[in-house]
């Protein structure tokens, strides 16, 4: 449902989105480009990586994708299991402080989903700003 939707969006501003319904994913679980006459991408405007586990590991493992991703839109959802989210916030914020080279115009949306409300928290952070 969240890919889906922000595939959607995607597609509103005039991006292709893989996946959608005809292609499979590609490097990363939804990403938003645009190609040149000729085929070749021009822009990618948007990476999207989620982990649904809620081991910390594997959401730090999906979440390193987006480090290298060359975009300046860095979305990561996941979910937390209660009382591991301050550790999670502070794990992934870690890990954009640290990462070089690091660019002024990437932001990263990290969206956690709160089992126990059953809504998002969302932070974001700006690449150069570090958390």
Same mark, same amino acid.
């Given at each position: ?6 595939? +959607?969006?995607?597609?509103? #501003?005039? !991006? ?7 292609? +499979?994913q $590609? &490097? !990363? ?5 645009r ?6 991408? +021009? /822009?990618?405007?948007?990476?999207l /990586?989620?982990?649904?586990? +809620?081991? =910390?590991? #594997?959401?730090h ?9 060359? =975009?300046?839109?860095?979305?990561m ?7 591991? %989210?301050?550790? &999670? $916030?502070?794990? %992934? ?17 990290? =969206?956690a989903?709160?089992?126990?409300? !059953? ?7 700006? =690449?150069?700003?570090?958390?």
């Amino acid at each position: 449902m969240v890919k889906s939707e922000i595939g +959607r969006i995607g597609q509103e #501003h005039e !991006y292709s989105v893989v996946p959608n319904e005809t292609e +499979r994913q $590609w &490097l !990363y679980d939804l990403i938003w480009f645009r190609n040149d006459p000729n085929g070749q991408i +021009r /822009e990618v405007a948007l990476v999207l /990586e989620s982990e649904w586990s +809620r081991d =910390a590991c #594997h959401i730090h493992e999906d979440f390193q994708k987006l480090l290298i991703a060359k =975009a300046p839109i860095k979305v990561m959802v996941f979910q937390d299991h209660g009382s591991n %989210l301050p550790d &999670l $916030w502070r794990l %992934l914020k870690d890990g954009i402080r640290v990462f070089e080279p690091q660019y002024s115009d990437e932001t990263y949306i990290l =969206a956690a989903f709160k089992n126990e409300e !059953y809504k998002f928290e969302i932070q974001i952070v700006r =690449a150069n700003e570090g958390g």
